[in-house]
């Protein structure tokens, strides 16, 4: 049995969601159906307004309403330490431990040879336009622990050092509450290399 075009549509739009097949497709748009039509509206409002309201920073790459955003105009941070991370999302996770007091640079991407992806893909440029400052002294990369991770680090690191800026890279190892036989052995060795003095 076919679906009715509308619902059809509507399916391959949640479908273009990450993580979204057809099963949940067709469940979301089942539920989409039996909402309240103004509550339909407001959700197409939102999306409408998060695609044409938000954009990035033109300082440090992160989504905002404003630019600069936020966190590149409040005057109460520390400008001489800069923590890179891939996306966004990262930001905003490191902004709810409130302990982190520096400025972000956000990749939006990492480097990918498999997928085609270098260096100026990602927001790489603006990054070095901005270690040029004087202010600068160190810069925290804090991308995934994964091969494409481990591999922007790598490249950053060598490309920001000669300029005499301190590299430094977020600790690795096991997650607080796991247990060590189950850990895997790339997890182990990072806390094995990231081991402090107690």
Known sequence: MQYPEPISKLMDSYMK?????????????????????????DFAKSLISAKRDLHYCSICGQITED???????????DRSIVL????????????KMREYHGLYHVLQGVLSPIEGTGPEDINIPSLI??????????????????????????????????????????AHGLSVGSDIEYADEITLLKAVEGRREL
């Open 84 to 95: 890179v991370v891939e996306d966004p999302k990262d930001v905003m996770a490191l902004e």
């Open 17 to 41: 969601l990450p993580g979204i097949g057809a099963k949940t497709a067709a469940r979301l748009a089942f539920f989409t159906i039996d909402m309240r039509e103004e509550d339909v509206t």
């Open 129 to 170: 336009k901005r270690l040029q400052s004087d202010e600068i002294n160190e810069v925290i990369i804090a991308t995934n622990a994964n091969a494409e991770g481990e591999a922007t680090a790598m490249y950053l690191s060598r490309l920001i050092k000669p300029a005499g800026i301190k590299v430094t890279r977020l």
């Open 67 to 77: 630019d600069p955003c936020q966190i590149c105009q409040d005057k109460s941070r």
